[in-house]
Structure formats: structure tokens, C-alpha cells
């Protein structure tokens, strides 16, 4: 059974406002220096300007997704910075990777239900 175009659009909405408040949330948190964050970042070894470009790709990201024209980079950049994040836990720091994992899902499949038709109907018009 499929989905009327509006209960799609409000499923895509409810998730964008869940990622915005998660991501504003742990961005600020990166860039308010929160001392878990700081011990965090300091296992992860690059540095506390790490966790700074972290913070504020999240928040970016985060403002990206409220903006209507702007959601799709906003899920695309956000699915890409837990997929990293996901590769750090897995591959640096350890620890449970479900979260990041998850994130990185959500936000594709934002990115996904957002994604521009242009780019089909561009290649189907080469063939032609």
C-alpha cells in the first residue's frame, strides 16, 4: 500500500525536524565544549579543532535540513559526516555504533526523499 503524497511529505518533515534537533543539539555541544566531548575528540586524536569542524557541520547541517530548498544537501552532508562517524567508532574510539548508524540512515533517507528529478531526466535525455 502506498503512501498519499502528503503523508509522505509530513514523514520526510517529522524526520528532518527529529535530525535538526539531534544534530543542533550535539553540535552545540561540540562548540560549547562540553567536557565528554572534549575527552571524546582527544581519543579521536586530531585535535580540539576537530571537534570545532564537527560541531559546526552538525549545526550546518542542521539548518540546512529546516530550509526547503536546502534539505536534500542538508540530509547529504549529514549522512556523510555519521557515516565517518561510524567509521570512528568502528575503526578509533569503539564504543556502541548504533547511533551513528542510525543517524547516518535517517539522514539519507532525507537526502534521498529530497534528492532533484533533474538529474533523471537528464540522462534519459542523452539517449535520446
Same mark, same amino acid.
Given at each position: 500500500?502506498?503512501?498519499?503524497k502528503?503523508?509522505?511529505?509530513r514523514i520526510v518533515w517529522a524526520v528532518r525536524l527529529l535530525l535538526a534537533?539531534?544534530?543542533g543539539a550535539a553540535g552545540t555541544a561540540k *562548540? #560549547?565544549?562540553?567536557?565528554l566531548m572534549i575527552q571524546i575528540f582527544e581519543h579521536i586524536g586530531f585535535g580540539q579543532w576537530f571537534r570545532y569542524v564537527t560541531g559546526l557541520v552538525?549545526?550546518?547541517g542542521a539548518v540546512l535540513l529546516l530550509i526547503p530548498r536546502t534539505g536534500f544537501l542538508g540530509g547529504l552532508l549529514l549522512a556523510a559526516t555519521m557515516v565517518c562517524a *561510524? #567509521?570512528?567508532h568502528l575503526l578509533i574510539i569503539g564504543g556502541n555504533p548504533g547511533p551513528a548508524a542510525l543517524l547516518a540512515?535517517?539522514?539519507a533517507f532525507v537526502a534521498h526523499s529530497l534528492r532533484s528529478p533533474y538529474g533523471e531526466l537528464a540522462?534519459?535525455?542523452?539517449?535520446?
Open positions: 500500500m502506498a503512501l498519499s502528503t503523508t509522505n511529505n534537533l539531534a544534530f *562548540l #560549547a565544549g562540553v567536557p552538525e549545526v550546518t *561510524l #567509521a570512528t540512515l535517517l539522514s540522462r534519459a535525455g542523452e539517449r535520446t
